[in-house]
């Protein structure tokens, strides 16, 4: 018996991917001898399984069902088939094609997300371009290089060149910060560079008053870090930015605060301080719970009504910022924020006008569980979107990934994600190849800018809002944290790199399918693979060799991922006996010949 369903393909399941609540969904298989019965099996998270017959239509020649799925949540289904009194069961194989089993053992079922409300496009989010810029890293605006706003136990570096460097103490804790002096009037002096590149989007990691130079240890979340300027500063560098046509999103850390942060040093000084109860104390006043056990941040209590009013009330942090302006915000650790505190977070930004909120989750976001409770991120309530580190390790993978097995897995991960999030909801994360979390990509793949250039060109094929961390567009290097936050490199930066990066924005600005569009895959060989992206009019096909050697591509080699036959044969006769040189790409729009798929 050989059955067939492939999730990607609309004659098997439509509507693609994941819905919206209280749409009518219509499954169907292929099989190619007559069953006794064919049933789908749907289960809602923390309900009962519920079998819905599957009815042969003579016409398509497959068992069909439709269900109309009323409510939001996390949804799995596999198939079970009954032929000559033995049961079989389809579960999900690679890039959603249909498996055959005959026990129901361990089943990998497949996902189905369905979300409350579509979240909101907005389009110069979602068509531009970001720039992710770590504030004390980037430029000093001020006329001599002075710095400002100095801190205590802490030390300035001689050049701009030097290496960053923590001083730790036996125990492993940085007690000595280091600084190289950049601040917002640097940032706005550089506006025309980052014009000129093309991103029409800065995201900064925290700008308020904090201890350390990465200020996720927030001291007083009212104050702009008097290193990085005042609010004048920053009403000054939104004001250009706007005028520029270019936007900014700033960098909430809502679950934790600094240990010197004025709430928590109240709270340890006087147990009667209402900022105590803002903090949970084990043996007050030494231990408390922090994020991670860091005993430098000590965690929030998020369920406290006066923290929560404090964050998203009228008079909150959110509504003070959102008065200069701000376009957006990214929540650091977001999936250690409560629901309910995110979907506050979110109505404060709804009533300012703020249409994106991005969470940091590293994870498929579709199925995070946080101590076995289901996080529903993308159900249109809370976040916009998340940052999407997925990409990151796709694309990494696929540069190092030593044979087809290989890379084809890292594919399907990827094909896995962009069914199971919703359209809107996939367009809206930030995609990433290096952020300050991550070793630089350069140093990542072995200090081969080509492989760099490789590297842009997968993410800005992808969908979603690329995002660029400053200074890998002009070839830093860096391994983990604190050698991943150099200072730019300004006047020896990688002018060809910078060139190239320039023309992916532009090719990603001058083409909306590289927006709005379907994806596929294409693996022809170790090292050499392909994304297509493709809509009514036009297909957009980026293919990579990774390797040394120059190669002629022959489409008997090809092998094609979640595409309709009519692109792939396109693609294919498109590509076919075309020579790509090694460590380079191709990249060819495509006139649709038939509107199919």
């Known amino acids: 018996m050989k059955v067939t369903y492939d999730s990607w393909q609309k004659q098997y399941k439509t509507p693609f991917g994941a819905i919206q609540a209280n749409t009518l969904v219509t499954w169907a298989i292929a099989i190619d001898q007559p069953v006794q019965e064919a049933d789908l099996w749907l289960t809602k998270l923390n309900e009962d399984p519920v079998a819905y017959p599957m009815n042969y239509n003579d016409e398509t020649q497959k068992y069909e069902t439709q269900v109309r799925v009323g409510s939001s949540g996390l949804y799995n289904y596999y198939f079970a088939i009954k032929q000559n009194n033995q049961m079989f069961y389809v579960d999900q194989g690679l890039f959603g094609q249909g498996r055959l089993r005959q026990d129901d053992h361990n089943l990998k079922q497949y996902q189905l997300i369905c979300y409350e409300r579509k979240v909101p496009q907005v389009d110069w989010y979602d068509q531009g371009v970001v720039y992710q810029i770590f504030p004390d890293r980037f430029a000093n605006g001020n006329p001599y290089g002075e710095v400002t706003g100095r801190k205590k136990n802490s030390f300035l570096y001689a050049t701009e060149e030097d290496t960053p460097y923590y001083i730790k103490n036996s125990r492993g804790e940085i007690t000595r910060w280091d600084f190289f002096g950049g601040n917002l009037a640097g940032i706005r002096k550089k506006l025309p560079y980052l014009k000129k590149l093309g991103v029409n989007t800065i995201y900064l990691n925290p700008i308020f008053l904090a201890t350390s130079n990465h200020r996720y240890d927030t001291v007083d979340y009212m104050k702009i870090d008097p290193m990085l300027g005042d609010e004048d500063d920053l009403r000054g560098l939104i004001h250009d930015l706007h005028q520029n046509g270019m936007h900014l999103l700033l960098d909430g850390v809502f679950n934790h605060v600094g240990q010197e942060s004025i709430y928590f040093q109240e709270a340890i000084k006087d147990k009667s ?325």
């Open 273 to 597: 301080s209402h900022y105590y109860s803002w903090f949970n104390f084990i043996n007050y006043p030494e231990k408390y719970q922090s994020w991670w056990g860091v005993s430098s941040l000590p965690e929030v209590n998020k369920s406290n009504p006066e923290y929560q009013d404090f964050i998203y009330g009228d008079h909150g942090v959110l509504a003070k910022w959102m008065k200069d302006q701000v376009d957006g915000w990214r929540l650091d650790v977001a999936d250690e924020l409560p629901m309910d505190f995110l979907r506050n977070i979110r109505n404060r930004l709804m009533k300012e006008n703020c249409q994106v909120m991005i969470g940091e989750v590293w994870e498929d976001a579709s199925d995070k569980f946080v101590n076995s409770e289901y996080r529903p991120y993308t159900f249109g309530d809370n976040l916009t979107g998340v940052m999407n580190y997925p990409v990151r390790n796709f694309i990494v993978g696929l540069l190092t990934s030593e044979n087809s097995d290989a890379e084809i897995a890292l594919m399907n991960k990827l094909a896995l994600l962009v069914e199971h999030y919703p359209t809107n909801f996939l367009r809206n994360c930030l995609n990433n190849i290096g952020t300050h979390d991550t070793v630089r990509i350069k140093t990542a793949l072995q200090n081969d800018e080509k492989l760099v250039l490789l590297a842009f060109g997968l993410m800005f094929m992808l969908p979603g809002v690329p995002c660029i961390y400053y200074g890998d567009e002009a070839g830093l290097i860096g391994d983990k944290d604190s050698d991943n936050r150099r200072f730019f490199p300004w006047g020896r930066e990688s002018r060809s790199l910078i060139a190239q990066v320039s023309k992916w924005i532009n090719v990603r600005k001058q083409n909306p399918v590289l927006v709005k569009s379907k994806i596929g895959f294409l693996h022809i060989a170790t090292g050499i693979n392909a994304i297509v992206r493709y809509d009514e009019k036009v297909i957009m096909v980026y293919c990579i060799n990774k390797n040394k050697a120059e190669t002629v591509l022959a489409k008997e080699n090809f092998a094609f991922y979640c595409l309709p036959k009519t692109i792939a044969e396109e693609v294919a006769a498109e590509l076919d006996q075309t020579k790509l040189s090694g460590e380079d790409s191709i990249l060819r729009k495509i006139p649709r010949k038939a509107n199919i798929g």
